[in-house]
């Protein structure tokens, strides 16, 4: 869907389409509540705050709506004697998967299986001979913090390379010749929603509701409100 599209669609269900008063909503307040929009639609499908509880992947509409924000990135590693670190994407929003391959003297590298741990569970994962990392087994296990990611060796064995998939923030919108409320500066080009037009509609309902809210305006809140993706 175009920018121009976008633009039209909120003045409308704002009532603002043609107005000339002093409330009139300018276009840099439509990029920063749409941006805001998005934001706030992605993190709710990958929570799963709806009446059936689907998060991300929970089902074929979740997986067909978020795959686009699905992205991989190789992790740039630092030996800290008994785990690797490496720093989170800037635009990372939600992890999905670590691949890792590890290596020991005696064998040749080989595929870890990485689970997502509490960082508070630490001490006791890495004392538990079950759930310690084992490089015969395969296995170990991640934690973040400080937007770092944390792999557990132990000790045991050396991490060769690291592969994250994880879900990214989506792209924010910029519209020719606006103001860009982020950096203050008019945008020389225009950078469209990476949404399907289906999802933007739901979207563009949120961003009303947010700009409805800003200005005031209680019957355009509220039906930008309830027609928002919010129970689907």
């Known amino acids: 869907m175009l920018n121009s599209t976008i633009e039209i669609k909120i003045k409308q269900r704002l009532n603002k389409l043609d107005s000339q008063d002093y409330d009139n909503i300018e276009c840099w307040q439509i990029v920063e509540a ?4 998005q ?21 074929t509409r979740r997986k067909d709506d978020l795959q686009v924000l699905l992205s991989t990135a190789d992790l740039d590693l630092t030996d800290k004697e008994y785990y690797y670190f490496g720093k989170l994407p800037e635009e990372y929003l939600q992890w999905k998967r670590v691949d890792v391959y590890a290596k ?26 079950a759930k310690q990392p084992n490089f015969d087994w395969a296995e170990t296990f991640a934690t973040l913090i400080g937007n770092t990611t944390h792999i557990y060796t132990n ?13 990214r ?13 982020y950096t203050s500066v008019a945008s020389v080009g225009n950078i469209e929603c990476e949404f399907k037009d289906d999802i933007i509609e739901l979207i563009i309902d949120e961003a ?25």
């Open 208 to 232: 009303v509701s947010i700009l409805a809210g800003d200005i005031e305006s209680g019957n355009q809140f509220s039906r930008g409100t309830e027609t928002a993706e919010r129970n689907n």
């Open 169 to 181: 923030q989506p792209i924010k919108i910029q519209i020719d010749g606006c103001i860009d409320p």
């Open 104 to 129: 020991k003297d005696c064998c040749d590298k080989r595929r870890m299986t990485v689970y997502l741990a509490q960082e508070g569970d630490l001490n006791q994962l890495l004392r538990d001979k």
């Open 39 to 59: 934001v706030e639609w992605a993190r709710r499908q990958l929570h799963g705050i709806n009446v059936v509880k689907e998060g991300d992947e929970g089902s």
């Open 155 to 167: 000790g045991d064995f050396e991490v060769q390379s690291a592969n994250l998939v994880y879900y």
């Open 34 to 37: 749409f941006n805001k929009a």
